[in-house]
């Protein structure tokens, strides 16, 4: 049977980019990893951490890195025995090596670290496609607030997570 979350049920879940955007297979340059505690048929807590890693191997090219931490609420509705729909809310924080650049005079800059903390809202669903595993999408609206390279930018923004998620229960 397709049974639903119930409480006690913890779920683990990957994201990856297949190939829906005319993009390399598997594009996504880092890793996200999300684990859900039920604590009952409805609500479930979340813990996400996320590792980005570019490089190149250009002359005086350092690797960019970011690493983020996150935590949220989960409301599920009824749904169906296979479809588990939700909203939620949720915080992050990240911290990340930045990337050098240049100032207006040409200069080359070193690269400072950089720093953000963001909180949103979200709307998901996740279709169970075999008992106990499922892929999933999410959409969502966030405020975003980073720092880095002497520059302080802000973000108010939604939209979907092109993001597969693909997870199991335990």
Do not use: C
């Amino acid at each position: 049977t397709f049974n639903k979350p119930a409480e006690g049920d913890t779920a683990f879940e990957m994201q990856f980019m297949p190939n829906l955007d005319g993009a390399a297979m598997f594009a996504d340059a880092g890793a996200t990893v999300t684990m859900r505690k039920f604590e009952s048929a409805t609500k479930a807590v979340r813990w996400s951490a996320s590792l980005d890693v570019n490089g190149s191997d250009a002359d005086d090219s350092d690797a960019v890195w970011n690493l983020g931490l996150g935590y949220g609420i989960e409301n599920h509705f009824s749904g169906s025995e296979r479809l588990s729909t939700f909203w939620g809310y949720g915080a992050n924080v990240e911290i990340g090596s930045g990337e050098a650049s240049t100032d207006a005079d040409g200069n080359a800059l070193d690269a400072e670290t950089s720093f953000g903390v963001g909180a949103g809202v979200f709307l998901g669903a996740d279709y169970y496609i075999m008992p106990k595993v499922y892929v999933g999408v999410e959409m969502g609206y966030g405020l975003s607030i980073n720092s880095g390279n002497d520059l302080m930018t802000y973000g108010l923004s939604g939209g979907v997570n092109g993001m597969m998620r693909v997870g199991f229960r335990l």
